[in-house]
């Protein structure tokens, strides 16, 4: 079992903002901003685009709930997103909260949040999901 099934099945623990019986988001645990949340579909698949259409579009919808409950929470002009596929094998998108194209550089560093600040966070962005 991969790291991020491990997670949407709660056996690592981890900052869960939504989840259904086929999706899950949950904070990203290195975030580039404050509310930088990666949203997964609970099948393991490594690459997005083996995905079946209609799971991908079931996570397009998913994370568009998701993101609009971040905006809700987090001060940003708008979520910004990125499939990358390198760093965990397990098909996922990240939602960034964004005001300028660099907010999104995979490259810069990061933000430190607090176990108190990320559960604040993800207990409120949970609370606008709908």
Not at 38 to 58: M, N, T
């Amino acid at each position: 079992m991969r790291l991020f099934t491990k997670i949407a099945a709660g056996e690592i623990p981890s900052y869960k903002v939504a989840e259904n019986d086929e999706y899950s988001a949950f904070l990203d645990i290195n975030p580039l901003v404050k509310g930088h949340t990666l949203v997964i579909p609970r099948r393991e698949e490594d690459y997005i685009f083996d995905l079946a259409d209609q799971e991908l579009s079931g996570l397009m919808v998913f994370a568009k709930k998701v993101a609009r409950a971040i905006e809700q929470v987090v001060d940003c002009e708008r979520i910004g997103i990125s499939v990358i596929g390198l760093e965990v094998p397990h098909a996922h998108v990240h939602l960034i909260p964004i005001d300028h194209v660099s907010d999104m550089n995979f490259g810069k560093a990061r933000v430190q949040l607090s176990e108190s600040e990320f559960a604040d966070l993800a207990q409120k962005i949970a609370s606008k999901v709908e």
